[in-house]
């Protein structure tokens, strides 16, 4: 099989049908030297990209259908965290040999979450080499509307989407040879794509969990020139992470990755939003701290005693408190 059939068949399994009025302006998709794509009048295009190379960011075991979904999860994650409307994407694919069974399964992965959220690909690169899958997704948002890092203010409310942690401890059982329970977590993380959308307008700040929560609200943290109170006790958990020791479970929490939720910062006047877009979207959504003026981040654990985390994330606490 060579590169054009491969790319001929990839064009065929991901092509999604769209209600009316849905096309996305792709002029001209796959099949030319390049796409052209109109963005919708009036507003901004908004880009992404994020490689995922085997063994490295999944699984050597990971099957193509769920390195499909991943691939373009963790694209549409970061489309979510500026409030984008997804809209398009582009796959580089390097792959050790031309395996059509494989990029079958691979293309049913990635179609199933395109057509959820009107995705289209419009291109790419396919090469032969070590498994490794970049995706650029692009988007548009209203000129003004994104969710950026540095907005974040003093008595603004720390919330966070769904649950965390559960990717962590799934990746670290597969690591020790162990099943992994809650291993879809790391396998298919959903994005928040309709949350994001929600926030606009609304959060003072917005990031998606992909290196733990710490780094992470360390970003948010470090762009916006302030610090943060959080309350560990708050930190939403998984059936399989509840069962575990406090000390164990808060490390999956606190520095483990993967996760693919929103974090984001919520002036106090629009708390009761919260309960509004937790019932229309059906997701949960925790309040797990406070942004403070001082620099760094507080962490309160049970009877509000400072807990001091050992591991990664160790730069980002202020001594004392
Ligand atoms: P060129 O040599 O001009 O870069 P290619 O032969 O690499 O063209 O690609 C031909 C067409 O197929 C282009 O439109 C390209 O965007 C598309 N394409 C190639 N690989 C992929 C892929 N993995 N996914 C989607 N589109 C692809
Ligand atoms: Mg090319």
Aim: glycine fraction near 10%.
């Amino acid at each position: 099989m060579k590169e054009f059939e491969l790319i001929r068949q990839i064009q065929q399994e991901t092509s999604v049908s769209y209600s009316p009025g849905r096309e996305h302006g792709v002029k001209l998709g796959i099949g030319d030297d390049a796409a052209v794509l109109e963005v919708p009048a009036g507003q901004h295009l908004v880009a992404a990209t994020d490689t995922l190379n085997a063994g490295i960011h999944f699984p050597p075991d990971t099957s193509p259908f769920d390195i499909g979904h991943k691939c373009l999860a963790v694209n549409l994650s970061d489309l979510a965290a500026m409030g984008a409307i997804p809209r398009w994407a582009l796959l580089s694919l390097s792959l050790p040999r031309a395996d059509p069974e494989w990029v079958h399964l691979f293309s049913e992965g990635f179609s199933s979450l395109a057509q959820a959220h009107s995705v289209t690909l419009v291109g790419g690169d396919t090469t032969s080499g070590p498994l490794s899958i970049s995706l650029t997704a692009l988007g548009s948002i209203e000129p003004g509307g994104q969710l950026t890092r540095d907005g974040a203010h003093p008595g603004d409310l720390v919330v966070v989407s769904g649950t965390i942690g559960g990717a962590a401890l799934a990746l670290e059982q597969l690591q020790a040879g162990k099943t992994a329970l809650e291993r879809h977590l790391l396998d298919r993380p959903q994005p928040r794509v309709s949350l994001g959308r929600s926030l606009t307008g609304y959060a003072s700040a917005c990031i998606d969990v992909s290196d733990g929560l710490l780094a992470d609200l360390g970003h948010i943290l470090r762009a916006s020139g302030c610090g943060a109170k959080l309350e560990i006790e708050k930190l939403p958990h998984t059936r399989v992470l509840a069962g575990l020791k406090d000390v164990a479970k808060w490390r999956y929490q606190l520095s483990g990755g993967d996760d693919y939720e929103l974090l984001f910062t919520l002036p106090p006047q629009h708390r009761a939003w919260l309960t509004t877009w937790s019932q229309t979207l059906d997701i949960r959504l925790s309040v797990i701290g406070e942004i403070e003026q001082d620099e760094g981040i507080r962490c309160l654990g049970k009877d509000r005693k400072e807990y001091h985390p050992i591991q990664t994330g160790f730069e980002h606490f202020r001594a004392g408190s």
